[in-house]
């Protein structure tokens, strides 16, 4: 399992350089496989959006597989190097994957090798329990807090002064490790 969290991923210099030092394969030979946030739709999928989006980033558009949760057979087995999951809402990004069956081949894609970016929504996600999240995050009627179950961390994304206080309660409570990752920070978790 090899996994790159950060806060703002691609979107900061910093970040993007530590994702960059960290992939399998230099960027523009990457096999990637984008989940967008909640807020894609098949419309802007197919508008080539994202894959203009990731090609800015770095990777070759021929390498660009972009996830619709109304086709999301089409994303088993892919010949993918990398999985990267961007920002947005953590609960609803979740609820896209695990509705339409995705979060289980996610986390086969993931046992398999397959790197794994995630960045702020993308990075809580991989975490046990998320119930911290909705300070940030509106959890919109979640009743299930369990993100995938890959790290058994709580991470705040963005953190910042505003954020200290949680992050303190969530030290005290001496339940799991904590980690905040300011908007520059990134860090890698191999096991």
Not at 25 to 47: D, G
């Amino acid at each position: 399992m090899k996994l790159i969290l950060s806060s703002c991923d691609f979107s900061n210099g910093a970040s993007k350089q530590f994702i960059l030092s960290h992939l399998p394969l230099p960027i523009e030979r990457c096999r990637v496989l984008f989940i967008p946030n909640e807020k894609a739709t098949t419309e802007k999928i197919q508008q080539g959006k994202y894959h203009k989006r990731l090609h800015a980033c770095g990777f070759a558009l021929e390498n660009i597989y972009v996830f619709d949760e109304n086709f999301a057979n089409d994303f088993v087995n892919l010949p993918i190097d990398t999985i990267y999951v961007s920002g947005g809402n953590t609960f609803l990004t979740l609820r896209k994957l695990r509705t339409c069956g995705f979060d289980t081949i996610l986390l086969r894609y993931i046992q398999s090798g397959v790197t794994y970016i995630g960045g702020s929504a993308g990075a809580h996600m991989v975490t046990r329990d998320i119930r911290h999240v909705a300070a940030y995050d509106p959890p919109f009627e979640t009743t299930d807090f369990t993100g995938l179950g890959l790290i058994d961390t709580r991470l705040i994304c963005h953190f910042n002064e505003e954020r200290r206080a949680h992050y303190e309660q969530l030290l005290q409570e001496k339940t799991t490790q904590v980690i905040a990752l300011a908007d520059e920070d990134s860090i890698w978790l191999e096991k």
